[in-house]
């Protein structure tokens, strides 16, 4: 299984950013995915999650929902984070996250991901 991040960038607040998570490996539209951020001196964090099939759900953390849409595109195998309205807090590493199934409840935890990739970088000034 290979997750690999890209689209990650320095933006100024208020600026939007589109990330991309290519995958290969694995059956895409048969696992559950996140994206997920850590900052410097933090803790791992659930930022967005996506169920695949084609009654497919979304969910938030607090923190950005209304700003940032997680979507998938089965025929490229490709996950996306698009975020809007940034804010300098929102300055991390982002990481997408694989998993065969996940409980909707804990779709957002860390330690429910198996497959994970290297992250992009994305700065807020």
């Known amino acids: 299984v290979q997750l690999v991040e890209s689209g990650g960038d320095s933006v100024h607040a208020g600026g939007s950013l589109k990330l991309s998570c290519a995958t290969a490996?694995?059956?895409?539209?048969?696992?559950?995915m996140g994206w997920f951020r850590q900052a410097p001196g933090k803790e791992r964090e659930g930022v967005a999650a996506?169920?695949?099939?084609?009654?497919?759900?979304?969910y938030y953390a607090d923190s950005v929902k209304g700003r940032f849409t997680i979507s998938q595109d089965n025929a490229k195998n490709t996950l996306y984070l698009q975020m809007n309205s940034l804010k300098p807090e929102d300055t991390a590493m982002y990481y997408c996250?694989?998993?065969?199934?996940?409980?909707?409840?804990?779709?957002?935890?860390?330690?429910?991901?198996?497959?994970w990739g290297q992250g992009t970088q994305v700065t807020v000034s």
């Open positions: 996506i169920t695949t099939g084609v009654a497919s759900r979304t």
């Open positions: 996250a694989a998993e065969l199934f996940v409980d909707y409840r804990k779709r957002l935890r860390v330690n429910e991901y198996t497959y």
């Open positions: 490996g694995y059956h895409f539209s048969s696992c559950d």
